[in-house]
């Protein structure tokens, strides 16, 4: 699960520090908490339209 694979980055010295964007189909709240004690850099929903799906770049701009 991507929860799994986030954990190893952060405890890995090499990609601790590694700038992550997350996306997801989940709304739950937990999952957004989770992230966050992850420390994800942006956490998002999936897009559900064309338009959306287009603002996707302006997310991984900011991150590099």
Do not use: H, W
Not at 9 to 33: F, G, I
């Amino acid at each position: 699960d991507g929860f799994q694979v986030l954990s190893y980055l952060r405890s890995s010295k090499r990609c601790a520090s590694m700038r992550v964007a997350l996306m997801t189909s989940s709304r739950a709240r937990a999952d957004r908490e989770k992230s966050a004690s992850l420390n994800v850099d942006s956490y998002f929903n999936k897009p559900g339209t064309y338009a959306e799906f287009l603002k996707i770049g302006d997310v991984i701009r900011e991150l590099i």
